[in-house]
């Protein structure tokens, strides 16, 4: 089995898609001739021509926009927007229309747009290609919202993003494109989107993550079972909307600690929703509060002060260490 | 030294085919039957019995916030009366009578502006969006149509209607440079009627007119008389014709004016004088075409009466159907969201029936 990085088992999974159903378009700026600003759709356009895979012009709320004209007219559209930093102008088009349309016509045609974006902080780049802004797009009834966090989640997951018949927000950890190379089969498979995966058993302390906040856990796990013999279990939401519950409440009903970990910022970020989940799904079985370990509520800062703003091992492995002792 | 040009030039050409008396300029009246013809003037009659309807229906309370369309039935009946049944449609809020030309039932344009979702089901064949509400942004759907319509090989167009508000949003300029640029067969159809709410054309934009904005995209702009059907017939044909063939996009303004006010909800005399709009209610694209078609004996009184009557009767019998749909079931609101339910949404949708089953009544405090 070939070992992959993200990146290219992102490109594999679009390749293969397309090969197998015509009607699976790709368009964004720079996808074609430039194979993607991280070269994500690397060699799409020498298999498929451009008539497949399509540079647009700059005009996110155009790509988006389109897209949703050609899902209504039958087709798989699949959308790039090069950084998520940059979609805020297509959010209308997601808001008002390609999570509408299935509802407005009662079932008649929907916007199935599927919109990859690399998302999220720890490339030293400039502003706005750091933001973390699952929140923003999981508020929205009609989009479903996915973050793969190894290169084998992000083939599946794109796999069954592309053939999934509703809009599907794909965020793609750009810190972790090329961080990690793990087996990844050959031939096309479907990570199902809804359902989260409990990736390292453990007694003592639910960690629930999503994206390249999977790795920052996995170190922390292990300086908890050295140094204080406790042992995390790791939960990887993979889907903010629809989200498995069932699978986040059961670690918890056996742990009866949480901790929410998150780049993004604190307030009504993510990890609230989880926490007001557990509370009102496994209050009786919690030990102390559930935690939240997120970024600040400021605009995600520049290189120089990126690593105060991240989460990092050393301050989950403390957040553990208080829950345990509260 | 000598000044610099800074604008290329360009000129804007004005198409009017009908004038108020009646009279047509042969030169420029498109071919249409005199079955054609009178089927036009039965449509725009009926939309315009239809819409009074409604107005009636509204004022009753029987009927939510709708946008009137009255005076404007030249613009957009004439712009869709050169649909295929193939080509799509994808309509803004004020485009009752193309919509009623697409086949769509009366009574379910009805449940919708109730406020009955059910209503925005319409029927897959007729190759017509749902309204859009929110200004500006459904244009770039017809250029995502139009774009698989062209990689299909499909010799079919599409046609987007909008106000000139419309034009002052950045979607605007991102569908008509779009369209531009895959040379979609998407005929753009702007119906100036002069006002987006309160706010006059003049304030709208600094450009004289819609149409000339088609030539910083690259494609063909058309002024046309809004309220002369058999202008906005011949244009609107032609750019479609062209669309169909892979001739690109075309940019349509067509002029008319917002006799009523913007909505039900909306007092347009806060915003403009009884002076103007009854100047523009004597050039009313109805009375325009009855008179031609009088001219022509194709129409006389008794045909007037006739297809009144008739107009009647089919927005009454619409009513009754209308009135005879069973209400809407509350867990209606979950079943589209998704195209399964998804475990959360089973969760909400049972909650609310579970508070159902108890006898709990919603809506305790009933809104306006």
Redesign the interface.
């Known amino acids: 089995m070939a070992k992959l990085n993200m990146v290219e088992a992102i490109d594999q999974a679009l390749q293969q898609e397309m090969q197998s159903d015509p009607s699976v378009i790709i368009l964004g700026e720079d996808v074609g001739r430039d194979g993607g600003v991280f070269r994500v759709t690397d060699g799409l356009i020498q298999r498929y021509g451009e008539d497949r895979v399509i540079d647009t012009p700059l005009a996110e709320s155009g790509i988006v926009g389109m897209a949703i004209g050609m899902a209504i007219a039958g087709y798989r559209p699949v959308a790039e927007i090069q950084f998520a930093g940059f979609a805020y102008p297509a959010y209308d088009q997601l808001v008002s229309h390609a999570s509408r349309m299935r509802n407005r016509s009662r079932g008649g045609v929907h916007g199935a747009a599927r919109v990859r974006m690399p998302y999220g902080g720890g490339i030293r780049a400039l502003e706005h290609h750091s933001e973390s802004m699952e929140a923003v797009y999981a508020h929205v009834p009609g989009l479903k919202v996915v973050v793969p966090a190894d290169p084998y989640d992000a083939k599946g997951l794109l796999v069954a993003a592309v053939r999934d018949p509703d809009p599907v927000i794909f965020l793609e950890p750009a810190r972790i494109y090329r961080a990690i190379k793990m087996e990844v089969p050959e031939e096309p498979y479907v990570v199902p989107l809804g359902k989260a995966r409990v990736v390292r058993p453990g007694r003592d302390v639910t960690l629930i993550a999503w994206g390249a906040q999977l790795r920052v856990m996995r170190e922390a796990a292990e300086r908890l079972a050295a140094e204080a013999g406790t042992e995390a279990e790791i939960v990887d939401v993979r889907t903010l909307s629809p989200f498995d519950f069932e699978t986040v409440v059961e670690s918890v009903k056996k742990t009866g600690r949480a901790v929410v970990v998150h780049e993004a910022p604190r307030s009504c970020g993510f990890g609230a929703e989880i926490s007001a989940q557990i509370m009102e799904r496994a209050l009786l079985y919690l030990k102390a509060p559930v935690a939240r370990i997120t970024g600040a509520d400021t605009i995600p800062p520049l290189a120089k002060l990126e690593d105060y703003y991240q989460p990092d091992a050393p301050r989950v492995v403390q957040a553990v260490k208080d829950t345990m002792e509260f | 030294m000598a000044p610099i040009n800074t604008l290329v030039s360009y000129s804007v050409q004005s198409v009017k085919v009908l004038d108020e008396d009646g009279s047509v300029d042969i030169s420029l009246m498109p071919e249409l039957s005199p079955e054609q013809l009178k089927a036009l003037y039965e449509h725009m009659v009926l939309t315009r019995e239809f819409d009074e309807r409604m107005f009636k229906m509204q004022r009753q309370g029987r009927l939510g916030t709708f946008a009137r369309v009255k005076g404007q039935e030249g613009a957009h009946i004439g712009a869709a009366f050169a649909l295929r049944p193939e080509d799509w449609l994808v309509p803004a809020f004020r485009e009752t009578g193309a919509l009623l030309l697409r086949g769509l039932p009366m009574q379910q344009l009805l449940q919708y502006w109730s406020g009955d ?2 209503g ?5 064949s007729l190759n017509t ?4 509400v ?1 200004v500006g ?2 244009m ?10 062209r ?1 299909s090989g499909t010799e079919a167009a599409v046609l987007t209607f909008f106000g000139e508000g419309a034009t002052s949003e ?2 605007f300029s ?2 008509m ?2 369209a531009g ?2 040379q979609a067969p998407v005929v753009f159809c702007c119906q100036n009627n002069q006002y987006a709410i309160s706010l006059p054309f003049t304030k709208q934009t600094a450009s004289p007119t819609v149409a000339q904005k088609a030539l910083a995209y690259g494609m063909t702009g058309i002024r046309v008389d809004g309220n002369d059907v058999f202008a906005v017939y011949r244009v609107t044909k032609e750019a479609l014709e062209r669309a169909r063939l892979g001739l690109g996009p075309t940019l349509i303004e067509a002029f008319t004016y917002r006799v009523t006010d913007h909505t039900t909800s909306d007092d347009a005399r806060r915003y403009r004088s009884e002076e103007e709009v009854e100047a523009w209610k004597r050039r009313d694209p109805i009375e325009r075409l009855a008179k031609y078609l009088r001219a022509a004996g194709l129409l006389d009184d008794d045909g007037v009466a006739a297809v009144q009557a008739e107009a009647e009767n089919r927005v009454a019998e619409a009513v009754t159907a209308f009135e005879a749909i069973p209400p809407i079931s509350p867990e209606e609101t979950f ?5 399964d339910l ?4 089973a969760e909400e949708r049972d909650a609310l029936l579970r508070r159902l089953a108890t006898g709990a009544s919603p809506g305790a405090t009933k809104g306006e």
């Open positions: 979702e059910r925005g089901a319409f029927p897959r969006l749902p309204i859009a929110p942004t459904h770039i759907h017809a250029v995502g149509i139009g774009w698989a319509l990689y950045g979607d991102e569908a440079n779009m640029v895959f079943k589209h969201v998704f195209a998804t475990p959360p949404l």
